[in-house]
């Protein structure tokens, strides 16, 4: 009896083990932490109003991400997409200290947990313990970054606001990273480029990721 037992329960692991490693789909966690932007180019400013940013504020810290993706073993290479989180600045407000006509102004910084969305064809290389990858894609970064511009003019009666404008800094960009694998730990480091489309510049930047990654799958 604990003979036949013994037999089932290496049956079932065999094929436990055996359907883990024809499964094509993985899941990934990950750690991260973004450089500060480095600007390419000396061109002259394109936009001061409503407001200037640093990409600073919106892009550079450390932040967290999940990964799903497909794995081809005939390939060796495989696709994958990345919904990352983090906090940071979205813009300042100015707000007068008092309700008196022509009154000091006080800029306080505004925060959110602001996404981006990556997609990757990822290329290994080796069948040994370490692989090493070479990915290149795209992402669509500072999703829930929406702003409201409000301006005070000054009335008989005092101060009112009148919203201004609104708008979100959401941003595109292309990335290339490479990286080595052992078991189900990956450390990778990506460089990001970036056009101009919503800062107060015509320059593109780019900025770097490195980023620690574990597999569930």
């Known amino acids: 009896m604990k003979l036949l037992l013994l037999s089932i329960t290496l ?8 359907a883990q490693e024809k499964s094509p789909v993985f899941l990934k966690v990950s750690s991260f932490y973004r450089h500060s ?8 400013q394109l936009r001061a109003i409503p407001f200037r940013i640093n990409p600073d504020d919106n892009l550079s810290g450390l932040g967290l991400g999940a ?7 005939k390939l060796n290479a495989a696709i994958q997409y990345t919904h990352s989180i ?11 200290v008092d309700t008196i006509p022509n009154s000091g102004k006080v800029g306080i ?24 990858f070479l990915a290149l894609g795209g992402a669509l970064m500072n999703l829930n970054t929406h702003y409201i511009i409000n301006e005070y003019e000054t009335r008989e009666n005092g101060h ?3 919203a201004d404008g609104v708008g979100n800094m959401v941003l595109g960009g292309a990335k290339l990273g490479f990286g080595a694998e052992y078991n189900r730990l990956a450390a990778s480091l990506t460089l990001f480029l970036c056009g101009h489309s919503v800062y107060q510049n015509k320059n593109p930047f780019i900025f770097p990721e490195l980023k620690v990654s574990y597999s569930l799958l």
């Open 11 to 18: 049956v079932l692991v065999t094929g436990t083990i055996s």
């Open 37 to 44: 932007p480095m600007v390419i180019g000396n061109e002259a």
């Open 67 to 73: 990964t799903v993706g497909i794995y081809s073993k």
């Open 86 to 96: 983090h906090m940071g600045v979205t813009h300042h407000e100015e707000f007068y």
């Open 109 to 132: 910084p505004i925060t959110k947990l602001i996404h981006d969305l990556e997609l990757d064809i990822v290329k290994y290389f080796g069948n040994r313990d370490i692989k090493y």
């Open 160 to 162: 009112s606001i009148d």
